[in-house]
């Protein structure tokens, strides 16, 4: 059985400027149709249960309260046994949204901050406010959801060390579980792609993750993943079987997915999508192709990557079939070997890209 599945909700009350993923200004109309087609998508999964559901965006709480209703009513026919996971901006959450988040037994939600400096926010395309902010926090005592991460992100144009350690004081501050934070990637063909936005430069990025990752275990926020630090007991889950390189199902506009040796993602253009021709890519992963991957995804992980369950899954000991790159990153430094699991050194993290060419060019 497959573990986890991801519904993608591409709808947003405004679209922000750094964002490269699947997604529309929010219309009534068209999200009624969407959610007929998701229905159609979702009832051919030939399973009735996951133990993770994750409903990311997009912007899912854009949705209107009579359509959260119908898209929760759609999943009602899955038994989740672990973790159900909503993604809320603040600007478009209240407390009507989180009784109904509640009624349906969301257990975690994924909160975008990204920053609390409101001339950042402003010039990212961000709208909510920090009446927004609490508004959100509120909602979520009254009903009792408890399980709260949050997204920062960092790099931004003029953004200081001191600007993004008020930033982090300010999150933890907050009654929440888990954070993420990324590092600001500008694309070409967003907003501020077009407009040659330039974030800090790469010195000072580098010193600001070096802050990040000792700044948050002060908190009581274990880092676990490059870009993941969690209270104890609060690791995202459904974001693990991505790490652990297990099957998932994805459904929904440009949604991805992994199911038996075969990789695959939605088309991103709504009106294909509302004819009901959905599928867009499928790539089929030969072994090799597997080996490689579950490299790359389970390098990002601190634990790293259990040698001997990679054996059995993958029928080859990780050491000696890229013998030349573990020992060359060994050597360096980058890597580490211990009890039984390969994983990065803090200095590797920062060269990730350098050690997954190696394993590439050792074979």
């Known amino acids: 059985m497959i573990k986890s599945l991801y519904v993608h909700v591409p709808f947003c009350s405004h679209i922000c400027y750094y964002c490269d993923f699947a997604k529309q200004r929010y219309s009534d109309r068209i999200a009624e149709e969407y959610l007929g087609r998701l229905e159609r998508e979702i009832s051919r999964i030939q399973q009735d249960s ?3 559901v994750y409903i990311g965006g997009g912007t899912p709480s854009s949705l209107s309260v009579k359509q959260l209703e119908r898209l929760f009513a759609i999943l009602e026919r899955f038994e989740i046994t672990k973790e159900y996971t909503f993604e809320i901006n603040p600007e478009s959450f209240n407390l009507e949204k989180a009784g109904i988040l509640k009624k349906h037994g969301v257990n975690r939600v994924s909160i975008g ?3 609390f400096d409101e001339q950042i926010l402003q010039e990212v ?3 909510h406010k920090q009446e927004d902010i609490v508004r959100t926090f509120e909602a979520l005592d009254e009903t009792g959801i408890t399980n709260r991460s949050v997204d920062l992100m960092y790099g931004f144009r003029g953004e200081t060390l001191e600007k993004l350690q008020r930033d982090i004081e300010k999150a933890v501050k907050l009654d929440i579980t888990h954070i993420s934070i990324y590092e600001l990637e500008v694309h070409e063909n967003t907003v501020l792609g077009k407009r040659g936005y330039a974030g800090c ?3 000072t990025s580098y010193l600001m993750y070096q802050m990040i990752m000792e700044k948050l275990p002060q908190y009581g926020f274990q880092q676990y993943e490059i870009s993941s630090f969690a209270r104890k007991g609060y690791q995202s889950e459904h974001n693990k079987t991505y790490w652990h390189y297990d099957d998932y199902i ?3 506009l440009s949604a991805a997915g992994k199911e038996n040796h075969v990789r695959y993602e939605n088309t991103s253009v709504m009106k294909k999508y509302l004819t009901d021709e959905y599928v867009g890519e499928r790539i089929p992963l ?3 192709d597997e080996r490689f991957e579950a490299i790359m995804m389970g390098l990002r992980l601190l634990e790293g990557i259990d040698l001997e369950e990679y054996a059995e899954k993958y029928g080859c000991d990780l050491t000696e079939h890229y013998r030349e790159a573990v020992e060359k990153q060994l050597g360096k430094g980058n890597l580490l070997l211990e009890e039984g699991h390969l994983k990065m ?3 590797g993290i920062y060269v990730m890209n350098d050690i997954l060419i190696d ?3 050792s074979l």
């Open 50 to 52: 996951f133990e993770t």
């Open 286 to 288: 030969s072994r090799q």
């Open 345 to 347: 050194s803090q200095q």
């Open 113 to 115: 901050l990204q920053s």
């Open 359 to 361: 394993f590439m060019n």
């Open 250 to 252: 994805g459904v929904g």
């Open 201 to 203: 430069d790469e010195e």
């Open 125 to 127: 395309g961000r709208v």
